[in-house]
């Protein structure tokens, strides 16, 4: 168990380009998040699967974003039109059905120029 | 949507020492989380408070849950450097799945 990986670590990209970010979360677990922080602040809520179903999405999550779970297994987020807010560290955690701890990643920083 | 405040925001401290971190949250929550995070690091897990009343403790690091107050705290007892770092606590609203994090404590531990 290698914990919850994600790619890429570092993404830099122009204004308006589309990226995509994957996680890959502990294998039985079948809880997965994704999170946004930026410097200074506490991680924020984007949206939650459990299997392959999205449960939750942040009502401050703009339509240019878009998540996944395709599987039950990895996900990807996707972030269309890249504007700079978006510029921030962009994190995963997956937990089991019986256990409460989330694991996070070690996330996606991204910078949009 | 869960609420959660923490504070204070930051925190100089001297080896030895004693503190408390303090976390309100705004409604009804059935989980309350305390996390760790370095700097350029991820989110470490703490604790997991579950039920009101609930106490945990970990080396010099103890944190407890009142859910009728709404309010966790952390406990730090005879700080020593290596405890410096960002604390978040982090709630669940009864009905929902998200995590919602407060704004966390930054926390300097000196000689």
């Known amino acids: 168990d290698t914990g919850v990986s994600q790619d890429p670590r570092h993404k830099i990209t122009k204004r308006g380009q589309n990226v995509t970010f994957r996680c890959d979360p502990i294998?039985?677990?079948?809880?997965l998040y994704w999170y946004r922080q930026t410097l200074g602040q506490g991680p924020e809520f984007l949206t939650y699967f459990q299997n392959e179903a999205q449960l939750e999405k942040s009502r401050l999550l703009s339509d240019r974003f878009s998540a996944e779970r395709p599987k039950g297994s990895f996900s990807t987020l996707e972030i269309q039109r890249t504007e700079q807010g978006d510029s921030a560290m962009y994190l995963c955690a997956s937990r089991s059905g019986t256990d409460n701890v989330l694991t996070f990643g070690a996330g996606s920083r991204l910078t949009v120029l | 949507e869960l609420k959660v405040e923490q504070n204070p925001l930051f925190l100089s401290m001297q080896e030895g020492k004693n503190y408390t971190i303090y976390c309100n949250y705004s409604t009804t929550s059935d989980r309350l989380y305390w996390y760790r995070q370095d700097p350029g690091k991820s989110l470490e897990s703490l604790f997991v408070?579950?039920?009101?009343?609930a106490v945990k403790q970990e080396g010099r690091l103890m944190a407890s849950l009142d859910t009728k107050a709404r309010l966790s705290t952390l406990h730090i007892t005879a700080a020593v450097h290596d405890l410096s770092a960002t604390y978040f606590c982090a709630g669940r609203y009864t009905s929902g799945y998200a995590l919602n994090f407060g704004k966390g404590t930054s926390l300097l531990v000196t000689p």
């Open positions: 408070l579950l039920s009101n009343g």
């Open positions: 294998s039985e677990h079948n809880r």
